[in-house]
């Protein structure tokens, strides 16, 4: 029973435009989120984060927003830069477990 | 730069060999995790510490076992390596009371032959 999931295996988007990486989940008793980036044979890092009791989280060009009623969450990329080429995990952490749900991740190439 | 460190980065062994992939961190962070990836695949929580001498099994069963001696190290030993245990192993920790944002080693990526 997976938890978290992105839809989406790879996404391709011009260097400047917008990139939008999608997130669902399926347990309402998730309450923090966050974005991780990985590049291949390195370890994930942390990218931004947002808690339920907001729908909105913003830091330089990243924006994560949260439809709790949907259960779904977004990554904004703008503009978006070829070094933001990498692999996006979208994981998830729910009252109290300490633990985190990861997605199955969504690559994205940025194209010149 | 990273404060949490994994050896080896890339191993390659036989089946039947005993391993042990390291972890340490320099943060003083008291919970450390170890996930297994394989490509494409999300990251599967395999074991967890909250800290010295304590030690959890994750939501993914695994034959590997840990230890938690020090706050620092947390190592992840198979006995006997099988050719289905070729993943990467990723080990990340923080500290009680932060948002949820681990830090991550740079990982493993174990082959058995």
């Known amino acids: 029973d997976q938890q978290v999931k992105q839809n989406s295996p790879s996404l391709s988007v011009q260097e400047g435009r917008i990139s939008i990486l999608n997130c669902d989940y399926t347990?309402?008793?998730?309450?923090?989120f966050l974005w991780y980036k990985k590049y291949p044979a390195e370890g994930p890092t942390f990218l931004i984060s947002?808690?339920?009791?907001?729908d909105k989280n913003e830091d330089g060009r990243f924006t994560v927003f949260l439809n709790k009623s949907a259960k779904h969450l977004s990554l904004h990329i703008v503009p978006s830069q070829p070094g933001d080429s990498a692999v996006y995990f979208c994981?998830?952490?729910?009252?109290?477990?300490?633990?985190?749900?990861f997605g199955q991740g969504t690559r994205l190439t940025i194209n010149p | 730069e990273a404060d949490i460190y994994q050896t080896p980065r890339y191993l390659v062994i036989g089946t039947g060999k005993k391993i042990t992939l390291e972890c340490s961190q320099t943060?003083?962070?008291?919970?450390m995790y170890w996930y297994q990836q394989d490509p494409g695949m999300e990251l599967h929580l395999i074991h967890y510490s909250y800290g010295v001498n304590s030690t959890e099994k994750g939501d993914l069963s695994s034959e590997s076992t840990v230890s938690r001696i020090r706050t620092e190290h947390f190592p992840l030993t198979l006995e006997s390596a099988r050719p289905s245990h070729t993943s990467q192993y990723l080990c990340?920790?923080?500290?009680?009371?932060?948002?949820?944002?681990?830090?991550f080693g740079s990982g493993t990526r174990l082959t058995v032959v």
């Open positions: 990340a920790s923080r500290n009680t009371g932060t948002n949820y944002g681990y830090t």
């Open positions: 347990n309402s008793m998730f309450d923090y």
């Open positions: 994981a998830a952490s729910a009252i109290g477990a300490q633990k985190l749900v």
């Open positions: 943060m003083g962070h008291d919970k």
């Open positions: 947002i808690s339920s009791i907001k």
